[in-house]
């Protein structure tokens, strides 16, 4: 690893809410909303900027944590500002505190935690036997 984070450390992610984003299950919107899972993969995505800079060629993150707590809905067309803050370094482990905020909103709280291995490793772990 490389550009190892300090406690305290943020990246920031910005995006639209696109009409893809909402509370949808086998094509039919339940809420039009930004969604559980969507808000899911974005604040996973703030927090990899950090391992995007820190990988060397031969390794690769992987997710070992995320929790979600929702404060206030956000609609299409919102732009969102996911911030995510590192709040541990534990070895090759990175946990992240992140906010997720809409013009004066708070939306959503959260933590993430991702793990540095080397890519021959992750292969082995993801080879079906």
């Known amino acids: 690893m490389k550009n190892i984070p300090k406690i305290g450390d943020c990246r920031v992610y910005k995006k639209t809410i ?10 039919e919107v339940l809420h039009a909303v930004y969604s559980t899972f969507a808000l899911a993969r974005d604040m996973e995505w703030s927090s990899r900027q950090f391992f995007i800079e820190m990988r060397e060629e031969d390794e690769e993150g992987v997710g070992t944590h995320l929790s979600i707590d929702h404060k206030h809905p956000a609609f299409v067309g919102d732009e969102v500002e996911i911030t995510a803050t590192v709040s541990q370094l534990n070895g090759n ?17 959260g933590k993430t935690g991702q793990r540095m291995l080397k890519k021959h490793r992750l292969n082995q772990l993801f080879t079906k036997e």
């Not at 696109?18 to 094509?27: N, P, Y």
């Not at 997720?100 to 909103?105: E, F, H, I, L």
């Open 18 to 27: 696109e009409q893809a984003d909402q509370a949808a299950f086998h094509g």
């Open 93 to 109: 482990e990175l946990i992240c505190d992140i906010k997720v905020r809409s013009k004066d909103k708070l939306i959503a709280t």
